[in-house]
């Protein structure tokens, strides 16, 4: 199965859209390597906004992350095509964190859990689940590091 029927699969109609966004792209390819921008919790119509550890629970921070992924997997789909996708490489997972929350790691799974899911062992990739501020209060944002075929 491609990997695009995979995320279809699991219930995401990724499509093709616009990178540039006029000051920076959302995702760049060099070499054999992609590099995706910072990819918020939203996806289509969907979008979770908060604080993981006050307004948002680790499970709906697990959400986020799922969002936040998606929405990065678009780029990628949009810059060379989801199924040149040889393996993950590197995940920076970024967590709207509320006063004395760390368990970053748990929301970040969210990330990690469904790259595994569409891209089996390519999908295994070193990772870093950090807290700050998110912009416009989104819940996750995440950045990928992908291999690509030439």
Known sequence: MSYVNKITSLGYQIQKTELNTGRFMSAVHVGNLVYT??????????EIKGHI?????VEQGYQAARLSTVNALQAVHSLVGLDR?????????????APGFDNTPA???GCS??????????G???????GMVIPFNFATEVELIIEVMH
């Open 53 to 57: 550890g006050a307004d948002l629970t």
């Open 107 to 109: 929301v970040i799974h």
């Open 85 to 97: 996708v040889v393996r993950i490489v590197k995940v920076l997972g970024m967590v709207n964190v």
């Open 124 to 130: 295994r990739h070193a990772r870093s689940a950090v």
């Open 113 to 122: 859990d469904l790259l595994l899911e569409v891209f089996g062992d390519a």
């Open 37 to 46: 921008s910072g990819s918020v919790s939203r996806f289509l119509d969907s």
